[in-house]
T-cell receptor, first 115, second 113 residues
Framework: GQQLNQSPQSMFIQEGEDVSMNCTSS?????WLWYKQDPGEGPVLLIA?????ELTSNGRLTAQFGITRKDSFLNISASIPSDVGIYFC???????????????FGKGTKLTVNP | GAGVSQTPSNKVTEKGKYVELRCDPI?????LYWYRQSLGQGPEFLIY????????DSGLPNDRFFAVRPEGSVSTLKIQRTERGDSAVYLC???????????FGPGTRLTVL
């Protein structure tokens, strides 16, 4: 099935460093969401974006909805050990654009934070 | 409960058997979604319900897969004649249906031997 292009696949960083990951698509989406998944658990919603150009923060997390509606990025500032996990982007097209309420996911970015 | 719950958390079955996976959405959420996640991949859409009806079942891989939501709350994903390739984590999510913020359950890990 279709998946978004998410990069990087994995990151190894030191505690306190900033992190950036992004997601691109060949198609337009009108909603972008970012999730975090820990082993053995379901994805947890971090940030939702609804408008092209929108920049939204949630604590140390900041995400942007690309102006072309074909990309999004997520930044994590001052990383801490509990940031470890897999981060997924997900896009959704509206019904009027031939989509549905389903989400299309990237393959994930695996983040490791060394204390 | 406050979140989406799924049962069982783990299911081991033999090839050819029938399985049912259950999802209990967040109270008041009208939309319910099923996804499948293979190792190292993101979740892939299977089917979603708005109320009792399946609004989009385009992700179901074949006719061995079926899902119901008879009263617009709990949903059951049914897989007939299971195959080894069906082994994956099956995730359920629900939303209020307005801004499509989908909240996921912990998943059911299905292993077909």
């Amino acid at each position: 099935g279709q998946q978004l292009n998410q990069s990087p696949q994995s990151m190894f960083i030191q505690e306190g460093e900033d992190v950036s990951m992004n997601c691109t698509s060949s198609s337009i989406f009108n909603t972008w969401l970012w999730y975090k998944q820990d082993p053995g658990e379901g994805p947890v919603l971090l940030i939702a974006l609804y408008k092209a150009g929108e920049l939204t923060s949630n604590g140390r997390l900041t995400a942007q909805f690309g102006i072309t509606r074909k990309d999004s990025f997520l930044n994590i500032s001052a990383s801490i050990p509990s940031d470890v996990g897999i981060y997924f982007c997900a896009g959704q097209r509206s019904l009027t654009q031939g989509g549905s309420e389903k989400l299309v996911f990237g393959k994930g970015t695996k983040l490791t934070v060394n204390p | 409960g406050a979140g989406v719950s799924q049962t069982p958390s783990n299911k081991v079955t033999e090839k050819g058997k029938y399985v049912e996976l259950r999802c209990d959405p967040i109270s008041g959420h009208t939309a319910l979604y099923w996804y499948r996640q293979s190792l190292g991949q993101g979740p892939e859409f299977l089917i979603y319900f708005q109320g009792t009806g399946a609004a989009d079942d385009s992700g179901l891989p074949n006719d061995r897969f079926f899902a119901v939501r008879p009263e617009g709350s709990v949903s059951t994903l049914k897989i007939q004649r299971t195959e080894r390739g069906d082994s994956a984590v099956y995730l359920c999510a629900s939303s209020r249906g307005m801004r499509n913020e989908q909240f996921f359950g912990p998943g059911t890990r299905l292993t077909v031997l």
